[in-house]
């Protein structure tokens, strides 16, 4: 049967493959478009699965919000220069609308499900198309949902972060904004938490430890009375000569004196500390240091203790400012997507590659 123009133009607009691939599926089922349509498909699973051991940590967080219910979604690539296509990009916005709908309790889950755009086919199926037609692993590697009275998305650096935000209390116009900037703050701040109490007594605790320690290791972060005893202690038995030199020479001005000291003295120092530890904490003067610290960081992972980052003042609070905007209007949840977090990215070196290829 002879394979027309129009035929290959049907095949394409149906399944998206490339023009010459679909002359091929046709010619090899001599004409049948169905049949040509299910070559195309085993074609696109079999190019998928040799992609399947390749790193895809690229691509776009897309987001879609419905009233009261928001979604986000990571969908990624193996290039940038992929996450750039309008194909692409047109297909993660459906994979948001999908997650949007779906009942599903992860992405793996939901790639079992009925594709919304095309109840005959599963979103597995559509993401083998479309790994197929694009040429490069395609991977959809997680979504999260939000409810509330109000929802708001907001996508940054062309998708690169990709945030939701809930709140309860008030849905008006000006509630709105508030939470559009909270959610360009949580793009731009990253907390961990709404609030300090959502975190647990063990979270807390394993801060509290971190900070301890971490405060222990840099004795000179630490409060006068208790450096001085550590350091007459080292003097005393741990200290060299050429140490205990530096020392006589520069304690007139303790402020650099860890400038001249060398490792191995500052490390003494730690180690007496860390020996020290139980005595230390209880010691008032550094447990206010610790607690310092430990407001410090609540400053940095929880959104409401965070500086609001267009505060006028340069320091009102996040919980500050929506408390000026409605005293009713509360954070619920929040969702912050970043392409590639925690995943292994190639390495990529075009000109060591180009060389290789040219021998």
Known sequence: MAITAAMVKELREMTGAGMMECKKALTETDGNIDEAVEVLRKSGAAKAEKKAS?????????????????????????????????????????VAKQALATSAADAEAMLEEAWNE???????DILVEKTATIGEKLSIRRFEKVEGDLVVSYLH???????LVAANGASDDA?????NNVAMQVAAMNPTYIAR????????????????????????????PILNELIKKAYDEKWSEEDKAIYDEK???????????????????????LADK??????KIFAGLAEGRLSKQFKDICLLDQTYVKAEDGKQSVAKYLESVNKDLKVVKFVRFE????????NEDFAAEVAAQLG
């Open 251 to 273: 304690k007139s001005n303790m402020q650099y004196l860890f400038n001249f000291l060398s490792k191995e003295a500052a490390a003494t120092l730690a180690e007496l500390a």
């Open 118 to 124: 095309d109840a005959s086919k599963t979103v597995k």
């Open 157 to 163: 650096g062309g998708g690169k972060i990709g945030v």
């Open 278 to 283: 139980e005595n230390i904490v209880a010691n």
């Open 54 to 94: 390749r790193i895809a940590a690229e691509g776009i967080c897309r987001a879609e919000v419905d009233g009261t219910k928001g979604a986000v979604v990571e969908v990624n690539s193996e290039t940038d220069f992929v996450a750039k296509n309008e194909l692409f990009q047109t297909f993660v916005q459906a």
């Open 175 to 179: 509630a709105k904004e508030a939470l």
């Open 197 to 224: 109490t959502d975190m647990s007594e063990a979270e807390v605790a394993k801060l509290k430890e971190i900070i301890v320690d971490s405060s222990l290791n840099d004795p000179a972060s630490l409060p006068k």
């Open 339 to 346: 392409v590639g977090e925690g995943m292994e990215k190639k």
